[in-house]
Nanobody, 115 residues
Framework: QVTLVESGGGLVQPGGSLRVSCTAS????????RAWYRQAPGKQREFVAS???????TYADFAKGRFTISRSNVKNRVDLQMTSLQPEDTTVYSC?????????WGQGTQVTVSS
């Protein structure tokens, strides 16, 4: 069984940067896709970025040029580096892990962009 833990959220000023991480533990397949989504209150959840173990990467249009998703040197961890953050980026960011056996979600981490 795989569990996901997100970390790294917090408060940042407009124009600032923040990194959120998603670490999987347990019986992690050697092949998987890890993705970040975000959902603001009253809005639909939206895709942010994804990366596969084959390093296939996809970004939402709003993330291109500002966000970078990568597989960390830390085993089974995927990072999302966010730059040029704006107040509209304020929301809960959640990690999704998909492999041959299951798709599961982390608990989410709050990112707040405010002066």
């Amino acid at each position: 069984q795989v569990t996901l833990v997100e970390s790294g959220g917090g408060l940042v000023q407009p124009g600032g940067s923040l990194r959120v991480s998603c670490t999987a533990s347990g019986s992690v397949d050697s092949t998987y896709v890890r993705a970040w989504y975000r959902q603001a209150p009253g809005k639909q959840r939206e895709f942010v970025a994804s990366i596969s173990t084959g390093n296939s990467i996809t970004y939402a249009d709003f993330a291109k040029g500002r966000f970078t998703i990568s597989r960390s040197n830390v085993k089974n961890r995927v990072d999302l580096q966010m730059t040029s953050l704006q107040p509209e980026d304020t929301t809960v960011y959640s990690c999704r892990h998909s492999d041959s056996r299951a798709t599961l979600w982390g608990q989410g981490t709050q990112v707040t962009v405010s002066s």
